[in-house]
């Protein structure tokens, strides 16, 4: 599996936002860049998903690097409920279905 | 829609005993996933099921760990003769045939004393 490399903790301000990097060098053409967030004591929580352009949903924004090397998650306004761990995984389009879960980056929000 | 079930949320088993986690996906969903997270580190996938066949069991100690999905009902992991390192919070997910997203539930912590 191509690997991801995180940042182990971050802190941002309340209603700024927040931009969590992830480094994956050995990334394939036909790897998907997936991120999940576990809050305190729950399970993971589907954040985001892309292949090569950058991607917005209700949650947040993923900006993929054009060689695909690298991508950030972007929490536009972070409030309390955006601290958690966040997890960058490389998801590979077919066959492997599982996803490999690295240590993470904790965020965590100051008010 | 209701969101991915597990139970029993906490399971506490003496040493020796057997634990039985079940998990219902959500509606639809035909693939489950069984994840485990030992204290203090990252969730660690053990196994990969569809409707009565497993697809992936990499993840699975070879002995004394077991999963299935029957044709009805919940997917069950069954731990046979839980040992102290067994503790740990065990995670299901769940996602349709199509589609990337792995629904996760809110896991199962088995504590063996």
């Known amino acids: 599996d191509a690997k991801t490399t995180q940042p182990n903790s971050m802190e941002s301000n309340e209603e700024e936002p927040v931009h969590l990097p992830c480094n994956h060098s050995t990334i394939s053409g036909t790897d998907y860049i997936h991120w999940y967030r576990q809050l305190p004591s729950q399970g993971p929580e589907y954040v985001i998903h892309?292949?090569?352009s950058n991607v917005n949903n209700r949650m947040a924004s993923l900006a993929i690097a054009e060689d695909r090397k690298s991508s950030t998650l972007i929490l536009h306004r972070a409030t309390l409920r955006d601290a958690a761990v966040y997890y960058c995984i490389l998801r590979q389009s077919f066959g492997n279905e599982k996803l490999t879960f690295g240590t993470g980056t904790r965020l965590t929000i100051i008010p | 829609n209701a969101g991915v079930m597990q139970n029993p949320r906490h399971l506490v088993r003496r040493r020796g005993q057997e634990a039985r986690l079940r998990c219902s996906p959500m509606?639809?969903?035909?693939?489950v996933y069984w994840y485990r997270q030992l204290p203090e580190e990252g969730l660690k996938f053990m196994v990969y099921?569809?409707?009565?066949?497993?697809?992936?069991e990499s993840g699975m100690p070879k002995e004394r760990f077991s999963a299935e999905f029957p044709k009805e009902g919940p997917s069950i992991l069954r731990i046979q003769q839980v040992v102290r390192g067994d503790s740990a919070a065990y995670f299901c997910?769940?996602?349709?045939?199509?589609?990337?997203?792995?629904?996760f539930g809110p896991g199962t912590r088995l504590t063996v004393t």
């Open positions: 509606k639809g969903h035909s693939h």
């Open positions: 997910a769940s996602r349709p045939g199509t589609g990337y997203e792995q629904y």
């Open positions: 892309g292949l090569t």
């Open positions: 099921l569809q409707k009565e066949n497993i697809i992936d």
